[in-house]
């Protein structure tokens, strides 16, 4: 989902705002580039929009430039609020309030979505262990919002928490873009990536013995960086990634390179700074 900020006129004041507020909280938010609290409100304010992205519409209504429109809704000075909702004021005020207080007001008015709510609770069911309960209630929630793909990444993960990799794979490919791009689509799919790359390893303790004995094992070291990865060691596995592709960067077809990409997405949303680090190290093989 993504923020929605809009700036407002004359012409797309009864679109963005009155008609919006039927279905999402509008929230108007007057401001001047002359008035130092009313831009630092704007800051605080996108932010929010970020924060709840998706679930209101920050409008923003230069006054200096909107005079007009800042007459027809009653002259008021920045900084200044009035939240909308089915077309009518639900509250408003004048002045700048803390983050806090901005994020209190919001979720007075913010209601989730039903869907949402669903999803919750089939996540708190899998937690307590009722994975059937909690496939049927993502089910319901689809039905409730077909196009929340979170649902359908958290059923992503269900299958592969419990072992059903070909049903995470199938379902997993066949959702749109969007939702493979998302931070959690990119950790999954790194993970339907490495467990399939593990797919005819041996256990541990012979990929050790065989790599003791070989440490340029090129196979070996590509089973272990996968088990490393799986099992919450990301460091240890860029390292071993890192070590494959300095003994061969072309091992099955350019595969070294392939993993690490992979392992830098899988990785960026959890671990940024690991991921810049071991970025420049990969660099400087590069070249």
Known sequence: MQAMIVDITLNNVQEMVMQNSKRLPVLMSFWSPLNEQSKLANTILEKLAHEFAGKFILAKINAGQQTDLVAKLGSPNPPFYKLIKNGDIATEYEGLLTEDAYRSMLNNFIQDDPSEVMRKQANQAFANGEFDQAVQMLGEASKLNANNFQIH???????LHTGHLENAKNLFYKLPEEAQKDPKGKELDGILYFSEAIANSPDIQTLQATLAENPNDCTSLHFLAGLL????????????????????????????????????????????????MYRRKFQSLLY
């Open 153 to 159: 990444l958290d059923l992503v993960q269900m299958y």
């Open 229 to 276: 990865m799986l099992n919450g060691q990301a460091e240890n596995a860029l390292q071993t990634l890192l070590k494959l592709f300095s003994i061969d960067r072309t091992f099955e077809d350019g595969l070294p390179q392939k993993s690490i990409i992979k392992a830098f997405e899988m990785l960026t949303a959890k671990a940024p700074e690991l991921v810049t």
